[in-house]
């Protein structure tokens, strides 16, 4: 008996060893990780690799200001209903309880201490087994919520442990990641930063060249927008700008970037995408901003915009300026012809 005591005890203690060489992995792989959206595709399947369950996601905030925290596309193993926002607002009495809490919550925790509203049942419906805070400096930045377990024993409280642990480096990584964001996004359109565009630009244009991955550049202009600095104010200039951004940042997808150029300029990356696709794109942004109907100081605004393709060329773009000034002449070729249209390079 003492010693199947001693065996156990040993086994024990080489999990725990191993256990701890994964966090120590995991800090590094989650540290060399700076965009945020990898950083969020990496943390689900850590976790559901190291929790041993069939689904994870992760609540955050869309952006650095927003007042709550959203599934997005932060889910794997999970199906969604469409009935639900799966949106939590910041001030909601569970976001104050996981404040408070270093721990794992089940369900059950949770609608004891909180009182169930429509606010929290987009996270009942995902049934999750343990709901767990992920917090830096006392502060929540996220929700991991993990689906249904793969064996039928419950979590023990060695790996409870175990996946507040992981949490913890999962919630300095997102820190790192928004304070990136912050650092590297137009305030106002909640677009990237010109000089960040580049810097990631070129980056992807070295994967383009080993790889051979066609690569996309798509520069659009808003149409006579002094008129509305001018007739209406810069007010509305600014709104104006923001459904803009809005319409574009829909129309891109994880892999592709945003960014505004400057004043009234935006630029899109496109990854794997050859000029046939990013014309088609291109000309979705532009149509479904010639359908806007902007309301502003009970006023129904239009506008359009220009737009100018380039497809990355090895021969040509020597440099990640080179394909957007190219994008660039083929904008300058749209306004030339009228505007309201997209031209290629």
Not at 28 to 54: H, P, R, W
Not at 82 to 107: F, G, R, V, W
Not at 119 to 128: F, G, T
Not at 159 to 170: D, F, R, V
Request: charged content about 20%; proline content about 2%.
């Amino acid at each position: 008996m003492a010693k199947s005591k001693a065996s156990v005890a040993g086994a024990s203690a080489e999990k725990q060893i191993y256990d701890l060489k994964q966090l120590l992995e995991i800090s590094k792989s989650l540290n060399s990780v700076i965009d945020f959206s990898t950083l969020i595709e990496a943390l689900l399947y850590t976790c559901m690799g190291q929790m041993k369950t069939l689904g994870v996601a992760i609540f955050t905030k869309k952006n650095f200001d927003a007042s709550y925290f959203q599934l997005n596309r932060n889910y794997c193993g999970f199906e969604l209903q469409s009935d639900y926002d799966y949106a939590i607002p910041e001030e909601h009495p569970l976001i104050k309880l996981l404040n408070q809490q270093n721990s794992c919550m089940t369900m059950d925790d949770i609608k004891k201490a909180v009182e169930p509203d429509g606010s929290i049942d987009c996270l009942i419906a995902l049934a999750p087994t343990l709901v767990v805070p992920l917090k830096t400096k006392n502060h929540i930045n996220g929700i991991l919520v993990l689906g249904e377990q793969i064996t039928a024993e419950p979590y023990s409280a060695y790996e409870k442990e175990h996946i507040l642990n992981i949490a913890s480096l999962a919630a300095i990584a997102i820190s790192n990641a928004a304070l990136l964001e912050m650092t590297t996004t137009d305030m106002m359109t909640h677009l990237k930063l010109k000089h960040y565009f580049y810097t990631v630009l070129m980056e992807k244009l070295e994967t383009c060249d080993s790889q051979g991955i066609p690569m996309s550049v798509v520069m659009l202009d808003i149409d006579f927008f002094k008129k509305f600095n001018d007739t209406y104010g810069h007010a509305c200039g600014d709104v104006v700008l923001q459904k803009v951004a809005s319409v574009i940042q829909q129309n891109t997808r994880n892999q592709d970037m945003a960014a505004r150029y400057g004043g009234e300029e935006f630029v899109v990356m496109l990854c794997d995408t050859p000029i046939a696709a990013a014309e088609k794109i291109a000309e979705r942004i532009r149509s479904s901003i010639a359908n806007l109907d902007i309301l502003y100081d009970e006023l129904h605004l239009s506008l359009t915009i220009s737009a100018g393709v380039a497809e990355y060329d090895k021969e040509q773009d020597l440099t990640a300026k080179n394909l957007v000034d190219r994008a660039d002449k083929a904008l300058y070729t749209s306004k030339q012809n009228g505007r309201n249209r997209v031209s290629i390079a």
